[in-house]
């Protein structure tokens, strides 16, 4: 027995390139008429109710050639991911990616972070894969790519590169430069970059790795935000996760006052300290979880940074002066310290605030903020 089913595919090769296309009847019209912002053709899919689509292939079309292989780290052990993982409930899919259910296979990661990210809520009309294709044409047709210069909302934001080869970044620069083009009201945004390098590892292509990017920036969930878009949003983040610190991380918390000058300084590093801090291995695994539960994750894990950094000093405190410089120093080399599976498993112990509360927070520092003068537009 045959199943029909409609897939809509968001860019070329991404979940349509699994699966065979029915062929059209002759003189049948195929209906690829004039497309609107955002739109795809429509696939006929047909499989057979014995096929089951397996999520870990061992090769996916395209992914990886932005990669350096030299740098990337070795997986421990082989992933196992249940072939129907995408129809899991939203509670289990999370268990499975905190646990790194697909932490050991590229491919796995490949074929499932379009499709996790398809189910972000997002904006009616968000640029995705063909106006990619068309703005970067247009952009970068002729000059080479070296000649533009990035967006100005990456001022004084690091930009990663983790295991990309050359191609990958370029691809990389001409990624943020359509970004910066496509989304005018961005104006300080120091997480994009990372996420974007990170996330061309396991994409197809540009125009993919775009439409995923340009998902999470258009993100419109309730209380769930994926990217800080503004000066004033960053450093909203920055004071709340200062409150959370205080009130989830006390030990942690007076140790950081007690070895600096302005407690507020140490934790505007805070997002930092995960995107470029954080090795690869981790950064790769916080994206795991983070595709599915959002800004929240990203507290966490900083937390229990916070937390592991207090037990690695204990019991004679600080070595320097420079307490920002020890923490990057620490995280840099977490490694030493607490494996990954360690980290995430402490970060997940931590009872948070409800998303509702922590936006509550965030809205209440960002009040505080406009009363001081900080603007949206204003820059590091």
């Not at 690829?32 to 014995?50: D, F, K, R, W, Y």
């Not at 970068?140 to 001022?155: A, D, Q, R, T, W």
């Not at 937390?303 to 070595?319: C, D, I, T, Y």
């Amino acid at each position: 027995m045959l199943q029909v089913g409609l897939s809509l595919p968001r860019s070329p090769g991404a979940a349509a390139a699994a699966f065979p296309m029915a062929e059209p009847a002759a003189g049948e019209d195929s209906g690829t008429g004039p497309e609107l912002l955002g739109s795809s053709p429509v696939t006929i899919v047909v499989t057979s109710e014995a096929d089951t689509w397996d999520i870990d292939t061992s090769s996916c079309l395209g992914c990886g050639h932005f990669v350096d292989w030299d740098k990337m780290p070795e997986a421990r052990q082989a992933a196992q991911i249940p072939r129907d993982v995408l129809g899991r409930p939203p509670k289990e899919l999370k268990r499975l990616a905190r646990e790194g259910c697909w932490a050991g296979s590229h491919a796995g990661r490949a074929r499932l972070y379009p499709r996790l990210i398809q189910r972000v809520s997002c904006r009616l009309v968000t640029p995705d894969a063909p106006v990619y294709r068309d703005v970067a044409a247009r952009l970068f047709g002729k000059p080479s790519v070296s000649s533009h210069p990035l967006p100005e909302f990456l001022e004084g934001c690091p930009v990663p590169t983790y295991c990309l080869n050359p191609h990958g970044v370029t691809a990389l620069k001409k990624i943020l430069i359509c970004v910066g083009a496509l989304f005018p009201d961005i104006t300080h945004s120091p997480l994009l970059p990372a996420l974007a390098a990170l996330l061309l590892h396991y994409s197809q292509d540009e125009a993919q790795c775009f439409e995923s990017l340009s998902r999470l920036i258009a993100s419109n969930a309730p209380h769930a935000a994926y990217i800080d878009q503004s000066f004033l949003a960053h450093q909203a983040s920055c004071m709340t996760f200062g409150d959370m610190a205080s009130k989830h991380c006390p030990a942690a918390h007076r140790l950081i006052a007690g070895a600096a000058d302005n407690v507020l300084e140490v934790y505007s590093e805070w997002l930092w300290w995960l995107f470029p801090g954080l090795p690869f291995a981790y950064a790769v695994r916080v994206l795991d979880v983070f595709l599915l539960e959002g800004q929240k994750v990203l507290y966490r894990i900083a937390l229990a940074l916070l937390k592991h950094f207090r037990l690695a000093v204990a019991p004679a405190g600080p070595q320097g002066s420079d307490i920002k410089a020890e923490l990057r120093a620490f995280v840099g080399n977490i490694a030493q310290h607490v494996s990954v599976e360690k980290l995430l498993e402490r970060a997940f112990g931590i009872r948070l605030f409800s998303r509702k509360e922590i936006w509550l927070l965030q809205m209440a520092n960002r009040k505080a903020l406009v009363e001081r003068g900080i603007t949206v537009v204003q820059r590091r």
